[in-house]
């Protein structure tokens, strides 16, 4: 059932629930609604990171260096992907699961969560930092490693497929806002599955805006009042009922514009891999052009003609408010990118 047909059964305050008691979101969760009121008409920045941006301990850092930045300068909103590769591998596990290969897929799914680890240990964090965001992996290990039991079949269906795959992010989230607390930026996880309200089109879920938005902004606008950088998961989203949905695969710019808009954001800077949005695969053509300044219509015919930088979801959301979206390198960030919107007199870029 789609949260349409839920709308008279929600409110945004059964949602949420209180937050835990002695939690760290518990202060936050007590501003005054005129401090979150007042928050909102603060500049507000949005990154969303790529896979190949967060590869490892590494990138993990390199990464919310550029947050780091921003936020001498505004308050900034992250949203992430998994790391490079780990989504096929997941999915992978629930193929062999599907295949009734269970050891196969538990070993797969134990390689996985070392995976994290490592990357864990190669933070260097803090002995307490570090003992506090181990034991959040390994709960989410158990977690995973409970979907993939050695022995047994197990039924597998699109609905697990999404859990299982969700997985990633939600890895990424933790490891990257402790990246940020190791550079001295208060941060923490969000799961944007507690506030992205979708039907139940597992694997292909299509969000509620109205529900998310209210949602959202409850969770996100008090922390970025506080100066706290909320880390949020791209990628996935719940039914009412609060089953793991993903939004579809490559998903994670569409999650990033998503949140972009509901904390009312300037921009939107996709951290990528390339240097912008170019005419054609530059990794396949060497004739690729990189375009500097585009319309929310130009890229969003670009990218719905199978451009992969960017999902086409992405811009009819930014052409709402006339957020600026940048798509930028981030292994290059102090190339210009490309930048989509209006131009600064108020035309079409």
Known sequence: MCPEQQEARLSVEGELGPPE?????????????????RSSQEIVTAFKFGGSSLLGAEGMLHSAALAREAALRSRVCVV????????DRLLAVAELLARNEPQKARRRAEDITGLHLETLQDLKLAEGERERVERELRLLSCDLLHETPAQGRVVVND??????????????ARLFAAALGK???????????????????????????????????????PLL?????????????ATADGRITTLGRNSSDFSGALVAHLVDAEELVIWTDVDGVFTANPHESEEAKLLHELSY???HALAASGAKVLHP???????????TVWVKNTFKPQMRGTRIGLREDGGVA
Do not use: W
């Not at 008691?21 to 609604?33: D, N, Q, Y």
């Not at 992430?80 to 989504?87: D, F, I, P, Y």
């Not at 009042?225 to 989203?237: D, K, Q, S, Y």
């Not at 979801?313 to 957020?323: R, S």
């Open 159 to 172: 609905a697990l497929r999404d859990r299982v795959a969700s997985f990633g992010e939600r890895y990424a």
């Open 225 to 237: 009042g506080a100066g706290i950088v909320p880390v949020v998961t791209g990628f996935i989203g």
């Open 80 to 87: 992430v992907s998994a790391m490079k590769g780990v989504t």
């Open 183 to 221: 550079l001295g930026v208060p941060a923490v996880p969000v799961a944007s599955s507690d506030f992205v309200l979708t039907c139940d089109n597992f694997r292909d879920a299509k969000p509620h805006l109205e529900h998310t938005e209210r949602r959202g902004r409850a969770i996100l606008m």
């Open 21 to 37: 008691r002695g939690s760290s979101l518990e202060k936050v969760f007590t501003f005054s609604t005129v401090s979150a009121s």
């Open 313 to 323: 979801k992405v811009l009819p959301l930014a052409a709402q408010t006339e957020m």
């Open 297 to 299: 219509d130009e890229a």
